[in-house]
């Protein structure tokens, strides 16, 4: 491994860091504020270039207000990331990631009514349900028939 590389789990750390202090609102020099670091250091933690010791992963854990396990997490199951490839492509993460993703989580955590959420949920997977069979539909109609 090259000396400059980031190590896969140091990146994947900083990765939720970044997630997570996004979510929030939370900018890295707020966040370096409270823990005691620049923010550039923040920065180095988020892209991996850095690795953060246990107390310091500790204290952020403290001020983004998870548990230090948050950190490693993936899904229901830690480690489920194989650390090993080079390109880890997690859809939810990505999405999480972009502008989109971080004003729709954003949006959804202010809302404090747990019936109201699930009904939101249920309405998100209504509609890609639809979506998904108007694409079978119209797939079926562009595909040759048998009696041609």
Not at 38 to 61: C, P, W
């Amino acid at each position: 491994m090259n000396a400059k590389t980031p190590n896969a789990i140091d990146s994947y750390v900083g990765s939720r860091i970044r997630t997570r202090r996004q979510l929030l609102g939370l900018s890295q020099e707020r966040l370096a504020e409270q823990i005691g670091v620049t923010f550039q250091q923040v920065q180095k933690y988020e892209k991996g270039m850095n690795r953060v010791g246990a107390s310091r992963l500790q204290r952020i854990a403290e001020v983004l207000g998870v548990s230090p396990s948050f950190f490693f997490q993936q899904g229901e199951s830690e480690f489920s990331v194989n650390f090993d490839t080079p390109a880890m492509v997690d859809p939810v993460a990505e999405f999480l990631h972009s502008k989109e993703g971080l004003a729709l989580n954003r949006a959804f955590m202010k809302i404090n009514d747990v019936q109201l959420r699930e009904k939101i949920v249920a309405l998100v997977k209504a509609m890609a349900q639809a979506q998904d069979l108007a694409q079978v539909a119209s797939s079926d109609h562009t595909a040759p028939s048998a009696d041609q």
